[in-house]
């Protein structure tokens, strides 16, 4: 079992950028594939970034490819989130979540493990 901590979310204005963390603890991370996914108010959770196991691949939704990118450091057995040019309808709560031994997915369906999320806000 794998235990997930979000943290680097905050207010910012469009065109900014954060960097969200990912920090695992519990077994060898690099084990894992790690997806970040994001769920607006009145919304259902969405699939943002993936990556692989031991940084083979990485995927991204249409609507964040050119802006976001997925990151791993598997000796600090964490995974980031780097968001540029940020948007409005870039506000939401972003979770990530991890799933063993597998090459990453775009739906929740293929993760196990989940964050408790942190909140992304973009003013205008």
């Known amino acids: 079992q794998v235990q997930l901590v979000e943290s680097g979310g905050g207010l910012v204005q469009a065109g900014g950028s954060l960097r969200l963390s990912c920090a695992a603890s519990g077994r060898t991370f690099s084990n894992y594939a790690v997806g970040w996914f994001r769920q607006a108010p009145g919304k259902e959770r969405e699939f943002v970034a993936a990556?692989?196991?031991?940084?083979?691949?990485?995927y991204y939704a249409d609507s964040v490819k050119g802006r976001f990118t997925i990151s791993r450091d598997n000796a600090k057995n964490a995974v980031y989130l780097q968001m540029n040019s940020l948007k409005p309808d870039d506000t939401a709560v972003y979770y990530c979540?991890?799933?063993?031994?597998?090459?990453?997915?775009?739906?929740?369906?293929?993760?196990?493990?989940w964050g408790q999320g942190t909140q992304v806000t973009v003013s205008s």
């Open positions: 990556i692989s196991r031991h940084y083979v691949n990485t």
């Open positions: 979540a991890a799933e063993p031994w597998a090459l990453g997915s775009d739906s929740t369906d293929g993760y196990r493990y």
